[in-house]
């Protein structure tokens, strides 16, 4: 089971094209620099690309570490854990590609799932909660929530939705059914999903970041960028400048929402509110580890956490690990308890699901809150009522110097993934180096 196993795919044509069609070489106004601001898998993808053109860049990024929500952790278990991004949905996506063809393990989740449902552990349920996002019809607007009680689906279905919401990003009050119907229409990277044997985060450091790793500079904490000069100005927090002839802008869309980043002169109230409409939950993954395996492989339900799941699917290690994915209203709820606050509520659900099970062996807990992480702020993107097309909007070039990239700007279904932030950078390099063409 994993994120989207809820579903199955309508399958559309392949985003795959995009980075076929766009690079054969071509010549370049010299000397062309491009700036980007973010090293996230899109910022370091985007980086790959202009590698491979010749065209001069860099990556400019605030932390201290590169790979944005891509990160592992080693030492817990006897193998390597996924903080953020684990699966690989769709082994037709470009990320799939590049495994592919650098012999990169990975293998299919066919984890199996119990749903906790009115106080019992079930394998099957009443009713299917997955056919509101894909099969009943949907006339109008509406969320998770108010669609699934028109459908007459009770109050004890609530964690179950809350645990689809989720997969999403999102609580079930605030996930849109029209909008991610269409989105999920527009799928087109496959309908599977798969781990890695190693992790996300090593895949992107092993085949892309040695192209780049140069050009990456760290805890530089972009503040500004003035692109009224001929050629654009960015400032980080210290006062340093770069300059160069585009500015591409990777951040996560929390940071553009916030304005964490001046403008100058200010980004257009058009764009801004479409930046403003792209909406991203606060999201938290809590990995138990236990010493003995008492747990089913997925569960969905829970009051605490909607969506636990075995962290050692896929990997080559016997550990007991499993992870608590916590979105929507839950994370909202979690989030500012100290971790000790959030390690304990889930144990005690736990303990209820399996006879006190949980606190007899645990071994110990790692937390990793993205909402709390200063430059992300967030878990991902997800389409809620009114987003109509915002996320276009907020992807589009301004006066053919600042062009923005990253999983919110992917407008055809592929946000909130891995291989959606690749796919909108290889757009706006594409663009890019459109532009820079004679
Ligand atoms: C818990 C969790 C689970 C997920 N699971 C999956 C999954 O299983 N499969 C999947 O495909 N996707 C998953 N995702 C989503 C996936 O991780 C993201 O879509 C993708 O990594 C986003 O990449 P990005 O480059 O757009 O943004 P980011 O990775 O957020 O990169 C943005 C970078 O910009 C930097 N930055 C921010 N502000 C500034 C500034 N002012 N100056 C300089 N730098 C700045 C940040 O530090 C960061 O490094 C998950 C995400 C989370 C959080």
Not at 236 to 261: A, F, M
Request: aromatic share 10%; charged share 25%; glycine share 8%.
């Amino acid at each position: 089971m994993d994120r989207r196993s809820f579903l199955h795919y309508a399958l559309g044509a392949t985003g795959l094209a995009l980075i076929n069609a766009s690079f054969d070489r071509s010549p370049y106004r010299e000397p062309s620099k491009v700036l980007i601001v973010g090293a996230g898998v899109a910022g370091l993808f985007a980086g790959y690309l202009l590698q491979q053109k010749g065209i001069d860049f860099e990556i400019i990024e605030g932390a201290a570490r590169y790979g944005g929500r891509l990160k592992k952790l080693e030492g817990f278990a006897d193998y390597t854990l996924d903080l953020g991004a684990a699966w690989l949905h769709g082994h037709r996506s470009i990320v799939g590609k590049i495994a592919r063809k650098n012999q990169v393990a990975y293998t299919e989740d066919q984890s199996d799932l119990v749903y906790w449902h009115q106080g019992k552990l079930l394998k099957v349920l009443p009713r299917t909660v997955k056919d509101l996002i894909y099969a009943y019809p949907v006339a109008k607007e509406c969320s998770l929530l108010e669609y699934a009680s028109k459908q007459g689906f009770d109050e004890s279905y609530k964690y179950i939705l809350e645990a689809l919401a989720g997969d999403y990003g999102a609580g079930a009050s605030e996930l849109s059914v029209l909008s991610t119907r269409k989105e999920e229409h527009n799928w087109s990277s496959g309908n599977r999903d798969f781990r890695f044997e190693a992790s996300y985060f090593d895949l992107i450091d092993q085949h892309i970041v040695p192209a780049v790793r140069s050009k990456i500079r760290l805890n530089s904490r972009i503040v500004s960028v003035d692109y009224t000069l001929g050629k654009p100005q960015i400032i980080d927090q210290q006062g340093k400048s770069y300059r160069g002839d585009k500015v591409l802008l990777c951040v996560p869309i929390t940071v553009l929402q916030q304005k964490d980043i001046r403008f100058i002169p200010a980004i257009d109230a058009q764009k801004q509110a479409a930046f403003e409409a792209i909406p991203m939950g606060p999201g938290l993954k809590v990995f138990l580890k236990f010493k003995q395996s008492f747990y089913h492989q997925n569960i969905v339900g829970g009051s605490v956490c909607a969506a636990y799941a075995d962290a050692c699917v896929g990997k080559k290690g016997k550990d007991k690990v499993l992870m608590a994915f916590i979105m929507g209203e839950q994370a909202a709820r979690l989030s500012d308890l100290p971790e000790s606050k959030i390690v304990e509520a889930l144990v005690a659900e736990l303990d209820n699901m399996y006879q006190g099970k949980a606190s007899r062996w645990l071994e110990k807990a790692h937390v990793e809150n993205w909402t709390k992480q200063p430059l992300i702020k967030g878990a991902y993107s997800y389409s809620s009522k009114g987003i109509a097309n915002a996320r276009f909007l907020a992807a589009k070039s301004v006066d053919q110097k600042l062009f923005f990239a990253g999983e919110a700007m992917h407008s055809d279904g592929h946000h909130q993934t891995v291989h959606g932030a690749v796919e909108s950078a290889i757009e706006s390099v594409d663009e890019i180096l459109k532009q820079l063409a004679h």
